[in-house]
């Protein structure tokens, strides 16, 4: 699957991937791999429900959340190159400490972006605030979790 993968994605469109999320080629390549396997509708998107089949996020509290930080408002299909952009904000943050260009915009793992987009992961209605309402849901989503899981290992 690796060499399908790398031959469906043009040498240039990883080099604007690599420019655009700091991933190196192997990374991307790799990525791109995991992507099409994602894409059972074969058509070079994923929907919600391809990310919902994924087991870690099928368990995790913050699944949805998370899924949905995937795909641009209005939305119900990520392509691969927004599925790297989001990615990107999970990069370490001292691998572009490096690479700092003043000419280059703000890399999408620098820490300003890392807190606007953990931000926008509890700012459900999107309106540039948490309310006390938001607050209390991730809450009660990590205490059942947190609840769920004292229960199993008892």
Known sequence: ??????TLLREEEIEEIKKETGFSHSQITRLYSRFTSLDKGENGTLSREDFQRIPELAINPLGDRIINAFFPEGEDQVNFRGFMRTLAHFRPIEDNEKNKNAVVSEPLNSRTNKLLFAFRLYDLDRDDKISRDELLQVLEKVDVE?????????
Request: no cysteine; charged share 20%.
């Open 146 to 154: 947190q609840k769920m899981s004292i229960r199993f290992l008892h």
């Open 1 to 6: 699957m690796g060499s399908r993968a790398s």
